[in-house]
C-alpha cells in the first residue's frame, strides 16, 4: 500500500507540468529526519527516500533530494531549489499555502494527552507541561529545536 500510494504521488507530480520522465525532479527534504531521511557518507538515505526512489525507478524518473535544515524547506519551492517537499505534516495551516498528494507514509508521531483532556492544537499548548518522547526517532530533533528544558 505504502509503495503504491508513493508511486500514485509520483505520476501525480509528472501530471502537474514537471519534467518529462527523462529529467529530474528535485524534491526537498529535511536533513535530519532519521529513519525518514538522513545523509549516511555524502548520500540521502532514509525510508522516505527508499519509497520515492523506487517509485520514481518505475515510472522512469529520476529523484534529486535537496537536504536542507527544516526551517529552509518550504522555501526551496519559492527560491527553484526543489519542485516538491517530503515529507511534510498535512496542517490547516498548510494547506492554505501547499497542494497536498495523498499521504505516502503514515506514522504514530503526533501530539497526545490523555483522556478526556483536549488534544494539543500546537506547541504553545505544552507550555508548563512534561513532553515525553523516545530518545531517538524523528520527534526528537524538532523537541530540541522547540521545547525549552
Avoid at 7 to 19: D, I, K, Q, Y
Wanted: glycine share 6%; hydrophobic share 50%; net charge positive.
Amino acid at each position: 500500500m505504502l509503495g503504491r500510494t508513493a508511486l500514485l504521488t509520483l505520476m501525480g507530480l509528472s501530471m502537474a507540468h514537471l519534467p518529462a520522465a527523462a529529467e529530474t525532479i528535485r524534491i526537498a527534504c529535511q536533513d535530519n529526519f532519521p529513519p525518514f531521511v538522513d545523509v549516511k557518507d555524502g548520500k540521502s538515505v532514509g525510508l522516505v527516500v527508499d519509497i520515492l526512489t523506487a517509485a520514481a525507478a518505475r515510472e522512469n524518473f529520476e529523484v534529486q533530494f535537496v537536504l536542507v535544515p527544516f526551517d529552509q524547506v518550504q522555501g526551496t519551492l519559492d527560491d527553484g531549489r526543489a519542485q516538491a517537499i517530503v515529507p511534510l505534516a498535512i496542517t490547516p495551516e498548510r494547506r492554505q499555502t501547499f497542494d497536498f498528494s495523498v499521504p505516502i507514509l503514515m506514522t504514530g508521531g503526533a501530539f497526545f494527552v490523555r483522556a478526556p483532556n483536549p488534544t494539543p492544537q500546537n506547541v504553545a499548548a505544552l507550555l508548563g507541561k512534561i513532553v515525553v518522547t523516545p530518545r531517538t526517532g524523528p520527534l526528537v530533533p524538532f523537541c530540541r529545536r522547540t521545547v525549552r528544558a
